[in-house]
């Protein structure tokens, strides 16, 4: 069964945003083993500067290294990444398991982002739109995506 596992920074902490991400990861329940992995956010100061977010950003990239499981197809989500359509993402589960990647990894970072050097060791970076979204809402829309993916490989109704 494929693994996805989520690491994500920052904890949900608007009920809807729970309820949504919990009903996904019901829904995904027959096709995957999901795992979501929430990291604290850094502190920072009410105006920080480029060097505090830079260094913040850095110690969220250790902590997400460290969860990260062997054997990964890493996908950092950051704005600079490629936009795919919902087919194109669904495309990528059966690609993994033609490969050596064991688990699809999603890397979703807090309100600035993720560490620069992060998304240059991705294998993957993946843009969802290029509006701007909080990042809590990001993980329910990628949530989505995925069970959108998986009922599209199934060839099911629900991707029209």
Same mark, same amino acid.
């Given at each position: 069964?494929?693994?996805?596992?989520?690491?994500?920074?920052?904890?949900?902490?608007?009920?809807?945003?729970?309820?949504?991400?919990?009903?996904?990861?019901?829904?995904?329940?027959?096709?995957?083993?999901?795992?979501?992995?929430?990291?604290?956010?850094?502190?920072?100061?009410?105006?920080?500067?480029?060097?505090?977010? #830079?260094? =913040?950003? *850095? !110690? +969220?990239?250790?902590?997400?290294?460290?969860?990260?499981?062997?054997?990964?197809?890493?996908? $950092? %989500?950051?704005?600079?990444?490629?936009?795919?359509?919902?087919?194109?993402?669904?495309?990528?589960?059966? #690609?993994? =398991?033609? *490969? !050596? +990647?064991?688990?699809?990894?999603?890397?979703?970072?807090?309100?600035?982002?993720?560490?620069? $050097? %992060?998304?240059?060791?991705?294998?993957?970076?993946?843009?969802?739109?290029?509006?701007?979204?909080?990042?809590?809402? =990001?993980?329910?829309?990628?949530?989505?995506?995925?069970?959108?993916?998986?009922?599209?490989?199934?060839?099911?109704?629900?991707?029209?």
């Amino acid at each position: 069964m494929l693994k996805i596992c989520l690491i994500c920074v920052g904890k949900l902490k608007e009920r809807f945003y729970q309820e949504a991400c919990a009903e996904y990861a019901k829904r995904l329940a027959p096709y995957c083993r999901l795992t979501i992995v929430e990291l604290p956010e850094e502190k920072l100061p009410q105006n920080p500067s480029r060097a505090q977010i #830079d260094a =913040a950003l *850095s !110690r +969220e990239a250790a902590a997400i290294r460290a969860k990260i499981p062997p054997a990964s197809r890493v996908v $950092a %989500l950051c704005v600079e990444g490629r936009l795919r359509s919902s087919e194109e993402m669904a495309q990528m589960f059966p #690609d993994l =398991a033609c *490969s !050596r +990647e064991k688990c699809l990894t999603f890397l979703i970072g807090g309100s600035f982002g993720l560490d620069e $050097a %992060l998304k240059s060791d991705a294998q993957v970076r993946l843009s969802m739109s290029p509006m701007t979204f909080p990042h809590h809402l =990001a993980r329910v829309m990628l949530l989505e995506q995925i069970y959108r993916g998986a009922k599209i490989n199934e060839g099911g109704k629900y991707h029209k």
